[in-house]
């Protein structure tokens, strides 16, 4: 859920990067904060063990645009891919306004797909959500490795649900297509809220032009 802080003037957004075990999810957003302008962005907050695997989650603020007088910010996280984190999953995806779903385009890795897209709609559906609500996206990440499965059948998997999402095929290490991604989600993101907030602006008998916030879809660039 968003968090509209009037006084401040606010408009937060959480999105969160889920996907199995060392697809690449802390790349990307590791990447994200080397490209983004520092006055744009805050630190990123890395939690993981000395071999590089996220422990509880990585945490990447970003300062975008000002709409209307708002500011709106974007919370990046990640969760941890590993089974054995399924708390901490949990725990990360509270409040989540938009998913990325990071899989890793090698055929061995298939079944840790599929069994991290489960993971994703029943951690979800313990907390009353599901991705038919949720903005999301689907990342095909390590395209540039040779053992890799096509975008068909990735979809054939993964993005056979009752409506059809956007996919890109990305390179994380390198950055190809991590700002894609990102833009897709937050776009979806925005435009539902923007949905919302009009429906709530007509609920309040108020007119197209007194607006308290109606954000436009706007990009992310680097
Ligand atoms: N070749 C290739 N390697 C990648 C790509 N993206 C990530 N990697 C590598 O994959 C490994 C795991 O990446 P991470 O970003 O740590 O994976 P993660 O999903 O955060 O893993 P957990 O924290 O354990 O869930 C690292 O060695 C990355 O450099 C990619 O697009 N291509
Ligand atoms: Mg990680």
Redesign the pocket.
């Known amino acids: 859920m968003s968090i509209i802080n009037y006084a401040s003037r606010e408009i937060q957004f959480k999105i969160v990067y889920y996907?199995p075990?060392?697809?690449?999810?802390?790349?990307n957003l590791g990447y994200i904060h080397q490209r983004i302008n520092p006055q744009n962005r805050g630190d990123l907050v890395s939690l993981a063990t000395a071999a590089?695997?996220?422990l509880f989650f990585d945490f990447l603020p970003l300062n975008a645009l000002v709409i209307k007088g708002f500011v709106t910010k974007f919370q990046l996280y990640?969760v941890?891919?590993?089974v054995i984190y399924n708390a901490t999953r949990q725990l990360v995806l509270r409040s989540v306004d938009g998913i990325v779903f990071?899989a890793d385009s090698q055929w061995e890795k298939m079944e840790e797909n599929v069994e991290s897209f489960k993971n994703l709609e029943e951690n979800l559906a313990k907390q009353n959500m599901s991705l038919d609500d949720l903005p999301h996206v689907l990342q095909y990440?390590?395209?540039?490795?040779p053992n890799i499965a096509p975008v068909n059948y990735l979809d054939y998997v993964l993005n056979n649900r009752k409506k059809r999402v956007q996919s890109f095929e990305?390179?994380?290490?390198t950055g190809q297509n991590v700002f894609a991604t990102l833009n897709a989600v937050s776009q979806i993101l925005l435009q539902k809220f923007s949905k919302q907030s009009d429906a709530n602006r007509a609920g309040a008998g108020l007119k197209p032009g007194q607006t308290h916030v109606a954000p436009q879809p706007q990009r992310i660039v680097a």
């Open positions: 996907g075990a060392l697809c690449g999810k802390t790349t590089d695997r996220t990640t941890p891919g590993q990071v990440n390590k395209r540039d490795l990305v390179v994380s290490s």
